[in-house]
Each structure stands twice: as structure tokens, then as C-alpha cells.
């Protein structure tokens, strides 16, 4: 019988949404800034595969079916941003201003912390592409010789630490202003942060969903040109 469950196509789905369901009673009750859905999703994820003794593979070839849902998802955030094309328009220098800085504040942190610890070239271009989504991610990390894994990986905890922190750091610097909200949460953290904009508002969500892509594409540009510095 559990050798039928296991070999379910759907094996991955089940434990990726139940662990995804206890992340969200357990916010709903324990009111913690480390107890977000998505980080205890992939605590009690891991759990359960040590626990079981599941190989990875195995969770992976039914939990590789949501991954397909990423598509969709990512195109209907263009949704919301059509709803504020004319708050786009009014304001898109100081929106594109924003997406700029960040991307470079992005890359010069790396560049400096890399300094500072020590890294090789090959470790320092693997970090460069950590504010981004995945797949333009992966790619950049590949093209300039980084650890493609370890770029995923980063990448991951960049937008999940975002997801988790982005609301309090707006409080702290008594950041009010919708678009400058969206702008800064969508540029650090992607996709995951995202949907914490859209948690907090419809402009937040909608101008994050545009720094998706924004960002990215400065980001291709800018990690070249950073990979040379070190």
C-alpha cells in the first residue's frame, strides 16, 4: 500500500500541499515572523523525506507538477499591473529609477561582500544573479560560470527571506507610498516576494509583478558587467 501511494504521480503534490497547509495553521495561530507558510512548507517537506527515507527523485516526479503552474501564474501577474498601466505611466521614471537602484544595489553588495569574505570569481558570479527569478537566474549563473545549483538555492532563500521580512522593513524606514513598496519588494525578492505585495495591496502587487521583469532583464545586463570586477 505505501509503495502504491509513493509511486503516485500525485505523491508530491500531497506532501507539498499538506506541508504547505500546516505552514498556514501554524501562522494562523503562532503569530511569528519565522513561522511563514513557506518556510515551515519546506521544514516539514524535508522532515517528512528524511523521515520516510523518501529519495528525492521520487517526491519529485509528482511535486514537479505544480512547478508547471509557475507559468501561468507568472503571466497572470501581468492582471493586476494592467489594472494600474495609467499609476504606470504617471509615475514610470521614478519606477524605472527604483528598479535601478535596486538592481545595482543588488550586485554591488555582492561584489563587496565577496571582497570582504574572500570569494573566488566562480563563487562571487554565482551570487550575482540572487534577486531574480530562477530561470533568468540559472541561465546568467551558467553563462558566466557560476554553481548553478547553488544560484537556485540562494535565489530561493533570497525571495523566501524577503517574503518574510518585507512588510516589517517598510514599517521600520516608515516606507507608506504603494508604488515604492511594490518596487523595492519586487526587485529584491522575485517572485516570492511578490506575493507578499499582493498580500499588502493590489499597486504593491502589481508594481512588484513589474519589477519581475524589469529587474531581470537589468540584471542580465549588470551581472556581465559586475562578473568583470572580480
Known sequence: MNDIIIESV???????????????????????LLFNPLLIAIVVTMLILSIFEIDYDVYYAGAKYLS??????????????????????????????????????????????????????????????KSITTAIGMDISKELGGHVSITVAVIVITGLFGNMVAELV????????????????????????????????????AMSSLSIAVAGLLTVVGASIFSGFL
Request: charged share 15%; net charge neutral.
Open 10 to 32: 500525485f505523491f508530491g503534490v500531497m506532501i507539498s500541499l499538506f506541508a504547505y497547509e500546516v505552514g498556514i495553521q501554524l501562522k494562523s495561530k503562532i503569530d511569528i
Open 68 to 129: 508547471y503552474l509557475l507559468t501561468p501564474a507568472t503571466v497572470c501577474l501581468a492582471i493586476p499591473l494592467y489594472e494600474q498601466v495609467e499609476r504606470l505611466k504617471k509615475n514610470w521614471k521614478a519606477i524605472l529609477a527604483g528598479i535601478g537602484v535596486g538592481v545595482v544595489t543588488s550586485l554591488v553588495s555582492v561584489w563587496a561582500l565577496s571582497i570582504l569574505v574572500g570569494f573566488s570569481h566562480q563563487e562571487y558570479v554565482t551570487l550575482l544573479p
Open 170 to 205: 517598510c514599517k521600520w524606514f516608515c516606507i507608506e507610498e504603494p508604488i515604492a513598496k511594490g518596487i523595492a519588494i519586487g526587485t529584491s525578492s522575485h517572485a516570492m516576494g511578490t506575493s507578499k505585495a499582493m498580500e499588502i495591496g493590489e499597486i504593491e502587487g
